[in-house]
């Protein structure tokens, strides 16, 4: 199946912020603007960014492996060594991790890397990366309640 980028619009609460987080940290080209919104090339998928002065928030009631995550949340899947690098410059930003880099499903078809984190308005990221690409959409062994 083809490759189609996907486009996101979503909340914000200031353009600066957005576009030193985005822009500046996270390495995104910037699109078109005006001076309510902004878009960026993120990893090759549009963002649109609209100011707001309510951004809803996330809810922490996802759970994968175990472990309860933001939802909603967006991101993109890396490659190995581009997530290393990623997570690298985040740490040393001191950025708002909701969960630090980690590995879940070790040893399993989806192995992966993941992290999640929070832009300056809050909105929910997830950053991962897969040990075998191919695998991205194999089952994993079935989760059970605990």
Not at 40 to 60: C, K, R, T, W
Request: hydrophobic share 35%.
């Amino acid at each position: 199946m083809p490759h189609y980028p996907f486009h996101f619009s979503f909340l914000v609460k200031d353009l600066e912020s957005t576009r030193a987080f985005y822009g500046s940290l996270l390495n995104c080209s910037e699109g078109r603007s005006t001076d309510s919104w902004v878009d960026f090339d993120f990893y090759g998928n549009q963002l649109s960014m609209h100011v707001s002065d309510e951004v809803p928030a996330s809810i922490p009631c996802g759970v994968v492996d175990k472990v309860i995550v933001p939802i909603p949340h967006f991101g993109c899947i890396l490659p190995w060594d581009e997530f290393q690098l990623l997570a690298d410059k985040l740490l040393s930003s001191n950025a708002e991790f909701i969960i630090k880099p980690t590995i879940r499903y070790a040893g399993q078809p989806g192995e992966q890397a993941t992290m999640f984190f929070k832009d300056p308005s809050g909105n929910s990221l997830e950053i991962k990366c897969f040990r075998n690409p191919q695998n991205i959409f194999s089952l994993n062994e079935p989760e059970k309640a605990t």
